[in-house]
Nanobody
Framework: QVQLVESGGGLVQPGGSLRLSCAASGTIFSPNTMGWYRQAPGKQRELVATRSSSASTTYSGAVTGRFTISRDNAKNTVFLQMNSLKPDDAAVYYC?????????WGQGTQVTVSS
């Protein structure tokens, strides 16, 4: 069974930066895709960025140029570097692992962007 644990969320001012981490434990095999999704109150959960075990990436149009997703495959960890944060980036950010037909989610970490 796979477990995903997010960390790094918190309060940041507009224009600031934050780095999220997600560590996966359990039986991890390749190929797989890890990614970040976010959900603001009253809104649907949406894709932020994904990165496959072969380093292919996708980004939503809302974060392209500001966010960067990276992975440490040896540690089964994915990161999300968030720069130039805006108030509408505020949400709960969830880590996701797609692997061999499995769909695993973390519990989420809160990101608040406020002055």
């Amino acid at each position: 069974q796979v477990q995903l644990v997010e960390s790094g969320g918190g309060l940041v001012q507009p224009g600031g930066s934050l780095r999220l981490s997600c560590a996966a434990s359990g039986t991890i095999f390749s190929p797989n895709t890890m990614g970040w999704y976010r959900q603001a109150p009253g809104k649907q959960r949406e894709l932020v960025a994904t990165r496959s075990s072969s380093a292919s990436t996708t980004y939503s149009g809302a974060v392209t140029g500001r966010f960067t997703i990276s992975r440490d495959n040896a540690k089964n960890t994915v990161f999300l570097q968030m720069n130039s944060l805006k108030p509408d980036d505020a949400a709960v950010y969830y880590c996701r692992l797609l692997m061999g037909g499995q769909d695993n989610w973390g519990q989420g970490t809160q990101v608040t962007v406020s002055s």
